[in-house]
Structure formats: C-alpha cells, structure tokens
C-alpha cells in the first residue's frame, strides 16, 4: 500500500513501505517564533535573541534554536495526510537522532520530507517499530535538519 494515494483510511504497521516518502506543508520561521520560544525555554544565548552580536559570527545574523527546529518539524509532521491516518495507531516515540547540517534563519521558509527508513517487528504480536527519516528543508531545499525517529506502530488488528 502506497500510502501517498490512501484514503482516510487508518494506517497500521503493514501498511507501511519501506522508501516511502511524504512532504509536510510550508511553515515560515518568524521572530515571533525565535522570541516566544526563548521565553518559553528559558534559552537567551545572543545567538538566537541579540541581533548585533549574531551579526559579528559567522552566519553574520539571527539563527533559530535548533530545538525550536525539530518542535516545528513535529508540528508540520501532524499537518499531513500521513500522520492522521497514523495517529489511531501510534502507540508512542521511542527514539530520536538528530543533526543540523544548516542554521534556519528568520524569514526561512520550512517543509518536512518523511521517509520510511526500516521496519522491525518486536516481540510483541500487536505492534512494531518503524523508523522514519525526517529532514527539514528550507525554500533553497538545503537541508537544516536531519534525523530519525523511531515510532511504536500497531499491527493491523487479525
């Protein structure tokens, strides 16, 4: 089942192939974004709040925290087609790995690219885990976060 041209139909452990792929809708990282993150974190480093120390380091201006990325990239993994017919059987995240090869810069404009990297069945009958590649892009298509998460997904009940 490829599930790019599936229905609403719920989505379980065998429905999955590997090397399947998705695209998230766009999302633009705003000021708004970096400040209200900062105050919800905690995180102040001038890197992300102070734009005249940001401009004498080498991305020579504001970069987002990466931790406010990888929350982005979870909101618009939500948004997709993919997710909602996941959700009846997510039964919870196991692992993420992640790298940021790239700074996201306010103004950069943000999709999510999932991929369907490995399944494994567990020694539980009624579940699996699936590990989905993730990657942000921004509208250049560079990529400015990469990882894997790794989900506990339900079998298709017998």
Same mark, same amino acid.
Request: hydrophobic fraction near 40%.
């Given at each position: 089942m490829q599930l790019s041209s599936v229905g609403p139909e719920p989505c379980f452990f065998e429905d999955l192939e590997v090397g399947a792929a998705f695209d998230s809708p766009t999302?633009?990282?705003?000021?708004?974004?970096?400040?209200n993150f900062a105050g919800l974190s905690a995180d102040f480093n001038r890197l992300h709040v102070d734009a005249e120390y940001a401009a004498g380091t080498p991305y020579g201006q504001r970069i987002a925290h990466g931790l406010l990325v990888l929350a982005l990239m979870s909101g618009l993994v939500t948004r997709m087609p993919l997710n909602q017919q996941l959700e009846p059987s997510l039964?919870?995240?196991?692992?993420?790995?992640?790298?940021?090869?790239?700074?996201?810069?306010i103004g950069d404009t943000l999709r999510?690219?999932?991929? +369907?990297? !490995?399944?494994?069945?567990?020694?539980?009958?009624? *579940? =699996? +885990?699936? !590990?989905?590649?993730?990657?942000?892009?921004?509208? *250049? =298509?560079?990529?400015?976060v990469e990882g894997t998460w790794k989900l506990l997904v339900r079998r298709r009940p017998v």
């Open positions: 999302r633009t990282m705003t000021e708004a974004d970096v400040v039964m919870g995240l196991l692992d993420i790995q992640c790298r940021f090869p790239k700074p996201t810069f999510v690219r999932v991929e +369907v990297a !490995a399944k494994n069945e567990t020694s539980k009958p009624d *579940r =699996g +885990v699936v !590990a989905f590649r993730r990657q942000v892009l921004n509208q *250049r =298509g560079e990529v400015v």
